[in-house]
């Protein structure tokens, strides 16, 4: 029952912060002066830098090791191998290997004289397993006349480490190796003493870490279920820093990074001062999807970085003035946005089709006024609108279509073309268009089912956070890493997303439309899609739900005299809500009793 009072006490939290709102409404606006103002100032900069910079080194904390195997050992086809002899005849108990690309196994031998050979045991490399540590206990074959081991693959395999240890649990490190074979032996100091998400793959690391290095290697991909963009970007950093988990994390967690300061303009530009956008900031910096979604080396990140910079550029260009050029610059990088999000992952197509809507009411609108102004203001207004119009073709047509075409540059190359002729070649456009149609039939006929799968309500209400890695490996602690909204954020900006609701359907309000047309168009579609769904699917929506908050502490930093107190209070609440589940979305180890007794509120939360 202990567990239970947590989510209470932070209903009764809302409940209060609401009253604060709701006891203001009707006031006059307090006088705030400069504070009012929507312009970067120094403040803005200084709040900016502390924030990011604060948030990257959470962030970049734990995020991964930055050092393991890199140097692979290739085995072409099925009974190739590789061996090695041991410079004095003893047992062997262990065998740990890092698993490369291609799947398969691997057939162990030993033999004390090298030509009667023994098997004791298969390593396995399926595809779930993938850039990871793994072991195979062989100590029951253990014979202390053991003078060679040999690994022969049953198919096209890349092995990254083998270390052999003995009787004692110690490394054998005096060995030679046959020709082709140093590149299993070759790292031993790699070679962790516990296996983790800080030196291995998890959840779909193992898809999206592996086509990336394909595509650097000109590799067929494996993972063909999204545009390649996303996986070029996660390849970006394996070139940076290396093929270990700090480098095939690190671009998504920059893009985690970088959407704190992209947050913040965007609150500035809609409510003004420095309070509000700060706050909101913080919100994001101390949500808990954010933080574990971006420290993931999958493709999600990148589709809410460019959907934050879509909605920032179609705001911009909504405020401005249209009788100019002024408009251009802010529509264009609008459509840029759209056209590397929509590369990216095609859930970008679903915030695409919300500033489609904000940008066809924001035409009807201008209609209307014009109407009223006469004649000559109504032919004005088709005649920009006809340029408007070819505009946007080039902006969100055009643009995002060769980039979207480009992106799978690295398709070609593994198929063996080069050079800008294979962009006008018929193989590589049926190379496009097949892998569209693989991809629309993929998601509309998966039927698979998983334990953390949630639905669209679900995630509305927290109700099914998703588990990406768990480990019991040590008495008494846990390490977890799961993926859901801050209890605080999620619920209270459901509530200020209602709020926001109505306040458009009442008094039309512009920013309201906008916080909602953003919202709506990244959770309805949801609502229609039969398919396996997961909480990170709500990630883009988590956006706009800050911004619905955002709007209610800008009305009672308007109306309330006492406004500090409800901001101050919001922050600190959710910055002990992050600190508290800590543990449990950054993999850090943490007693089973903490974590079941007092983070696990909801027996649907696994932790």
């Known amino acids: 029952m202990l567990h239970l009072l947590f989510p209470i006490g932070l209903l009764a939290f809302i409940t209060v912060f609401y009253y604060m709102w709701a006891v203001c409404r009707g006031e006059k606006a307090l006088s705030l002066g400069i ?123 890349w092995l990254g480490e083998v270390m052999l240890y003995d009787m004692d649990g110690l490394p054998i490190s005096s060995l030679s190796y046959s020709e082709g074979s140093s590149t299993l032996f070759d ?31 000109a590799q067929d991909p494996y993972e063909i279920s999204h545009p390649p963009l996303g996986k070029l970007i996660i390849s970006l950093g394996i070139r940076i820093f290396g093929l270990n988990p700090f480098g095939w994390r690190f671009m998504g967690t920059l893009a985690g990074i970088l959407m704190l300061p992209i947050l913040y303009v965007l609150t500035k530009r809609i409510f003004g001062g420095v309070a509000v956008p700060t706050a909101v900031g913080f919100l994001m910096a101390t949500d808990f999807m954010h933080f574990a979604q971006t420290r993931i080396a999958t493709i999600d990140s990148y589709a809410v970085f460019f959907i934050l910079l879509m909605y920032l550029f179609m705001y911009i260009y909504l405020q401005s003035d249209r009788e100019g050029k002024a408009w251009m610059l802010p529509l264009g990088l609008c459509g840029l946005a759209f056209g590397l999000g929509a590369a990216s992952k095609w859930t ?48 969100f047509i055009l643009i995002p279509a060769v980039i979207y075409y480009l992106s799978y540059w690295a398709y ?76 605080l954020t999620c619920w209270a900006g459901l509530g200020a997303m209602i709020i926001v609701a109505v306040n458009w359907i009442k008094t039309g309000d512009k920013t309201a439309r906008f916080i909602v047309i953003g919202y709506l168009a990244q959770l309805l579609p949801w609502v229609f899609v039969s398919r396996i769904t997961f909480a990170y699917h709500y990630f883009p929506a988590g956006v706009f739900l800050m911004l619905a908050i955002g709007y209610i502490l800008n009305d009672i930093r308007r109306k309330n005299p006492k406004w500090k107190i409800a901001l101050l209070s919001l922050c600190v609440v959710s910055a002990i809500l992050f600190v508290a589940f800590y543990p449990v979305i950054s993999g850090a180890d943490v007693s089973r009793e903490f974590a079941d007794k007092y983070l696990g509120w909801f027996d649907s939360w696994p932790f």
């Open 35 to 157: 504070r009012d103002g929507k312009r970067i100032c120094r403040a803005d900069a200084i709040a900016i830098i502390l924030l990011t910079a604060i948030y990257a080194l959470t962030a970049l904390t734990n995020l991964g090791d930055r050092s393991a195997p890199e140097s692979f050992c290739r085995f072409g086809d099925r009974g190739e191998y590789a061996q090695a002899e041991l410079n004095e005849p003893q047992g062997i108990s262990t065998v740990v290997f890092y698993t490369g690309i291609h799947t398969g196994s691997y057939y162990a031998q030993l033999s004390a004289d090298g030509e009667t050979w023994v098997d004791v045991g298969v390593l396995e490399q399926p595809y779930s397993e993938l850039f990871r540590w793994n072991s195979l206990d062989i100590s029951q074959y253990a014979d202390p006349d053991t003078k060679y081991f040999r690994l022969i693959a049953d198919s096209e395999l």
């Open 187 to 217: 790292e031993p100091e790699k070679v962790p003493q516990k296996f983790t998400y800080l030196n291995s793959s998890y959840f779909d690391e193992i898809y999206h870490v592996r086509t990336a290095y394909e595509h650097m290697e």
């Open 348 to 395: 970008c197509l679903y915030a695409g089709a919300g500033l489609g809507v904000l940008w066809l009411i924001d035409r009807v609108e201008g209609y209307g006024l014009a109407r009223m102004m006469g004649v000559e203001a109504k032919w004005a207004y088709w005649r920009e609108t006809r340029k408007n119009i070819l505009f946007c073709l080039g902006a």
């Open 412 to 487: 070609g190359t593994a198929r063996g073309m080069n050079g800008i002729g294979m962009l006008f070649s018929r193989e590589y456009l049926d190379i496009v268009l097949g892998n569209q149609k693989y991809m629309f039939s993929y998601h509309s006929g998966v039927n698979a089912t998983h334990p953390y799968s949630s639905r669209w309500w679900q995630w509305m209400l927290n109700l099914r956070p998703i588990l990406y890695y768990l480990d019991y490996s040590y008495d008494n602690t846990k390490s977890t890493i799961g993926a859901m909204m801050n209890p």
